[in-house]
């Protein structure tokens, strides 16, 4: 589990903080997704979560253990445990497909049939088996993150870090990219946390959500929480867009789409 307590983070110069005291549990096994307008503060909290960033107050636990204490060498461990993805995939141009997800385990010093093993399942886990060698300029946005979401894979993390993942995709490569993930994160039992503007994203394959402003968490909790909340900003969110939404309303307020129906 990863524990947030109290984080603060404040940039020299900056006139107010990127992060306010914030606060979150983040369970193993989960899809969380943290969301908030630009500025809100949600890249520097994953940041921090990364460990690329340390936060100026307050404490981060992972499985109990806080992270500003670990040596080199362990946050170095540590690092290895988190996986992440960018919205613009940040592929190497100069490796093809296998290359780019073979990085990581080369730069692990993985024995070179081990490597290949390992990459074959990977681009089977994705479904890119046949693009082994293609150039990432040969691939489509929807196949380049498949490949980010493979090399992120690699090491085997138990977190993967996703920056704005599916922002830069159509809307229905985005519900592939979204199903791809949710179903790695079935697969391998991982926890992956998201960070989003949009809500349909938290719709799809969220089961907790964070919402921040201006660097202060307003809510958060698991969407059935969140669903069930008299006043909730995250709730109104959640259904503003809702109506075509029956998946999610028959999940979360089965009673509000019969009503929809009758
Ligand atoms: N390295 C930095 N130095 C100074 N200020 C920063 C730095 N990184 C972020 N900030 C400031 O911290 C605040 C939060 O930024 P952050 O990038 O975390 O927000 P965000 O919610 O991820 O926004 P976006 O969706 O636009 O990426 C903003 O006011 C931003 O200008």
Redesign the pocket.
């Given at each position: 589990m990863i524990k947030i307590e109290q984080v603060s983070k404040y940039?020299?110069?900056?006139a107010?903080p990127?992060l306010a005291e914030i606060s979150l549990d983040i369970q193993d096994g989960s899809i969380f997704g943290i969301i908030?307008?630009?500025?809100?503060?949600?890249?520097?909290?994953l940041r921090c979560l990364n460990l690329l960033e340390r936060p100026s107050t307050g404490s981060i636990a992972i499985d109990g253990q806080e992270i500003s204490t670990l040596s080199l060498a362990q946050l170095r461990r540590q690092r290895q445990q988190m996986g992440m993805i960018f919205q613009h995939f940040n592929l190497l141009h100069s490796r093809n497909v296998h290359d780019n997800i073979d990085l990581p385990l080369e730069i692990a010093g993985l024995p070179v049939k081990q490597r290949r093993a390992r990459v074959a399942a990977l681009l089977e886990l994705v479904g890119l088996e046949s693009f082994a060698n293609a150039w990432p300029s040969q691939l489509s946005g929807g196949q380049k993150q498949r490949v980010g979401i493979a090399r992120a894979l690699a090491v085997q993390p138990r977190y993967l870090l996703c920056d704005?993942a599916t922002s830069a995709l159509d809307p229905e490569t985005t519900v592939t990219i979204l199903d791809l993930l949710a179903s790695i994160q079935h697969q391998l039992n991982i926890t992956i946390v998201l960070?989003t503007?949009e809500m349909s994203v938290v719709k799809r394959i969220c089961d907790s959500a964070a919402l921040?402003e201006k660097?202060r968490l307003i809510e958060s909790g698991t969407l059935a929480q969140i669903m069930q909340r008299e006043e909730s900003r995250l709730r109104d969110l959640l259904l503003k867009e809702g109506e075509a939404d029956r998946a999610f309303l028959a999940k979360y307020l089965p009673a509000e789409l019969t009503r929809c129906v009758a």
């Amino acid at each position: 589990m990863i524990k947030i307590e109290q984080v603060s983070k404040y940039y020299t110069g900056a006139a107010a903080p990127a992060l306010a005291e914030i606060s979150l549990d983040i369970q193993d096994g989960s899809i969380f997704g943290i969301i908030g307008r630009s500025g809100a503060g949600k890249s520097t909290l994953l940041r921090c979560l990364n460990l690329l960033e340390r936060p100026s107050t307050g404490s981060i636990a992972i499985d109990g253990q806080e992270i500003s204490t670990l040596s080199l060498a362990q946050l170095r461990r540590q690092r290895q445990q988190m996986g992440m993805i960018f919205q613009h995939f940040n592929l190497l141009h100069s490796r093809n497909v296998h290359d780019n997800i073979d990085l990581p385990l080369e730069i692990a010093g993985l024995p070179v049939k081990q490597r290949r093993a390992r990459v074959a399942a990977l681009l089977e886990l994705v479904g890119l088996e046949s693009f082994a060698n293609a150039w990432p300029s040969q691939l489509s946005g929807g196949q380049k993150q498949r490949v980010g979401i493979a090399r992120a894979l690699a090491v085997q993390p138990r977190y993967l870090l996703c920056d704005e993942a599916t922002s830069a995709l159509d809307p229905e490569t985005t519900v592939t990219i979204l199903d791809l993930l949710a179903s790695i994160q079935h697969q391998l039992n991982i926890t992956i946390v998201l960070i989003t503007h949009e809500m349909s994203v938290v719709k799809r394959i969220c089961d907790s959500a964070a919402l921040l402003e201006k660097g202060r968490l307003i809510e958060s909790g698991t969407l059935a929480q969140i669903m069930q909340r008299e006043e909730s900003r995250l709730r109104d969110l959640l259904l503003k867009e809702g109506e075509a939404d029956r998946a999610f309303l028959a999940k979360y307020l089965p009673a509000e789409l019969t009503r929809c129906v009758a």
